[in-house]
């Protein structure tokens, strides 16, 4: 097993974001829908200000407790902002650190994405489903 290679191995280069003051609750449950992707790192200008995933919008659904409540759904969409819903309190890796060490963040802490920055600037995005199939291919 390769032992110390770098989270930019594994990473997703092409990361999709969004900025928040332009994008709204229905653009980012689009963008999955889209994509087929579950994390999107939300901007504010050129900073990173957090990240969203489709778990923090299913966690506003109705839909699946009560019948017939579609229409509840878009009401708390409209009435929430990315802000209010996103996480804000984000840890980043860097592209050098460590597969290893991104497993270890994955087992110990609630996360599932991870964004990779560098000076600043968003280089990619590593998910624990990345680290896991990078692991099978040790095997």
Do not use: W
């Not at 995005?125 to 040790?138: E, N, P, R």
């Amino acid at each position: 097993m390769k032992k110390r290679e770098p989270v930019s191995n594994i990473m997703t280069e092409a990361v999709i974001t969004v900025d928040k003051t332009t994008h709204d609750l229905r653009d980012i449950r689009e963008i999955f829908r889209q994509k087929k992707i579950r994390h999107i790192p939300v901007t504010e200008g050129d900073e990173l200000a957090g990240i969203i995933s489709s778990t923090d919008l299913n966690r506003l659904s109705f839909g699946t407790i009560f019948e017939n409540q579609e229409n509840a759904d878009e009401a708390v969409l409209d009435m929430l902002s990315i802000d209010q819903v996103m996480t804000s309190k984000l840890k980043v890796v860097s592209p050098d650190t460590l597969i290893k060490e991104v497993a270890e963040i994955f087992a110990n802490e609630p996360f599932h994405s991870l964004p990779v920055v560098e000076a600043g600037t968003i280089k990619g995005i590593v998910t624990s489903t990345d680290v896991i199939k990078y692991l099978l291919d040790q095997y």
